[in-house]
T-cell receptor, first 114, second 108 residues
Framework: NAGVTQTPKFQVLKTGQSMTLQCAQD?????MYWYRQDPGMGLRLIYY???????DKGEVPNGYNVSRLNKREFSLRLESAAPSQTSVYFC?????????????FGSGTRLTVV | DAKTTQPPSMDCAEGRAANLPCNHSTISGNEYVYWYRQIHSQGPQYIIHGLKNNETNEMASLIITEDRKSSTLILPHATLRDTAVYYC?????????FGKGITLSVRP
């Protein structure tokens, strides 16, 4: 089925460890996004990529880096994980023009930093 | 992007219509109104969107006021599976900002 695939689904890290969250979409969308969601909160934008080869900071970019590897893939990297980065991370994709369906989301990566 | 205001929660009886309100008084002329829902801890799911006219699909209806400053999402026959957080968002050719949404609880 077409959609957004995130890996891994669950991860536990120790403080200071690094890891990369992977995201891939097969809908030929131009734009991709990374959000985090903390308990009882809405989604906050970390980084986004309006098109292949471009990335921009969102609302909460500190402590993260991203790579738009190609049109399909957009990865999020934590260089030195901190307990404050314990969260659920969602990747999404969309056409550049949002007049269609807007975003399609992945099922999330649940990250715990101890 | 314009901001939206939603009540924090509401409930309705199973089988009845659920009317979820949203205020977006600063909406711009080219911004669409989107509704998403998030069931438990899954990724948000698109429901419906509109610009000026009312819209209906297999999931819901969207009623937008003539001045576009507010809208209502209508779930015509709510079921227990419609219990979720519903997000009202406005946006155009840019990134979408998700607030806390409204928690809809459907009771038996």
């Amino acid at each position: 089925n077409a959609g957004v695939t995130q890996t891994p689904k669950f991860q536990v890290l120790k403080t200071g460890q690094s890891m990369t969250l992977q995201c891939a979409q097969d809908m030929n969308h131009n734009s991709m996004y990374w959000y985090r969601q903390d308990p009882g909160m809405g989604l906050r934008l970390i980084y986004y990529s309006a098109s292949e080869g471009t990335t921009d900071k969102g609302e909460v970019p500190n402590g993260y880096n991203v790579s738009r590897l190609n049109k399909r893939e957009f990865s999020l990297r934590l260089e030195s994980a901190a307990p404050s980065q314990t969260s659920v991370y969602f990747c999404a994709s969309s056409e550049v023009r949002l007049r269609l369906r807007g975003y399609t989301f992945g099922s999330g990566t649940r990250l715990t930093v101890v | 992007d314009a901001k939206t205001t939603q009540p924090p929660s509401m409930d309705c009886a199973e089988g009845r219509a659920a009317n979820l309100p949203c205020n977006h008084s600063t909406i711009s002329g080219n911004e669409y109104v989107y509704w998403y829902r998030q069931i438990h801890s899954q990724g948000p799911q698109y429901i419906i969107h509109g610009l000026k006219n009312n819209e209906t699909n297999e999931m819901a209806s969207l009623i937008i006021t003539e001045d576009r400053k507010s809208s209502t999402l209508i779930l015509p026959h709510a079921t227990l599976r419609d219990t979720a957080v519903y997000y009202c968002i406005v946006g155009a050719n840019s990134k979408l900002t998700f607030g806390k949404g409204i928690t809809l609880s459907v009771r038996p």
